[in-house]
């Protein structure tokens, strides 16, 4: 049972580099998100997908863009990084978003490091 | 924009000690829940509160909404080494376009020390 898989687990960019997050989940989940963690600030969501074919923005959009390539699928990209956006990135699912109470699942994280 | 204050941010105790972590905040919630999260591993789900003064037991980890639905608390007894962890409360953003969104504390890291 993998849940939700995200790749890769470690990255190290130079400044203005840009890179692709990828997630995975095999839940059959409708509802897609993508959170930055840092120290003392718990989880930061930057981007989500209510349903196959959309996306918005969450709280910390800025330099970020996103796609939900199926209804497996939801990449995140930066298209040029800064050293701002070090950090843990985790990307979670859930059921149905409009559906209260459900748990999110989540991914073990990609930790990105920009030089 | 509803916020989450956790308390305290960091508690090192030794096994066998009780402790108690707050999430408190100024809006009401119409549930919260608490994730607990490994190193290098994604938070994973405890528990799910959703009345106002309703306690859950969890082996030793017990769980409290307030009456008003503005705060919980999470309360460890006899603490053991494989308690240790950060400990995340989270609670669902309000409105028809929600779409199970959280929001979440900044979280409690707890090191239990044997």
């Known amino acids: 049972n993998a849940g939700v898989t995200q790749t890769p687990k470690f990255q190290v960019l130079k400044t203005g580099q840009s890179m692709t997050l990828q997630c995975a989940q095999d839940m059959n989940h409708n509802s897609m998100y993508w959170y930055r963690q840092d120290p003392g600030m718990g989880l930061r969501l930057i981007y989500y997908s209510a349903s196959e074919g959309t996306t918005d923005k969450g709280e910390v959009p800025n330099g970020y863009n996103v796609s939900r390539l199926n209804k497996r699928e939801f990449s995140l990209r930066l298209e040029s990084a800064a050293p701002s956006q070090t950090s843990v990135y985790f990307c979670?699912?859930?059921?149905?978003?409009?559906?209260?109470?459900?748990?999110?699942?989540f991914g073990d994280g990609t930790r990105l490091s920009i030089l | 924009t509803q916020l989450l204050e956790q308390s305290p941010q960091f508690l090192s105790i030794q096994e066998g000690e009780n402790l108690t972590v707050y999430c408190n905040s100024s809006?009401?919630?119409?549930?919260l829940q608490w994730y607990r999260q490994e190193p290098g591993e994604g938070p994973v789900l405890l528990v799910t509160v959703v009345t106002g003064g309703e306690v859950k037991k969890l082996k030793r980890l017990t769980f409290q909404f307030g009456d008003a639905r503005k705060d919980s608390s999470l309360h460890i007894t006899a603490a053991q080494t494989g308690d240790t962890g950060l400990y995340l409360c989270?609670?669902?953003?309000?409105?028809?376009?929600?779409?199970?969104?959280?929001?979440f504390g900044q979280g409690t890291i707890l090191t239990v020390h044997p």
């Open positions: 979670a699912s859930i059921l149905r978003g409009f559906i209260s109470n459900q748990p999110q699942h």
């Open positions: 809006s009401v919630f119409s549930s």
């Open positions: 989270a609670g669902p953003e309000t409105g028809g376009t929600s779409y199970g969104k959280l929001t």
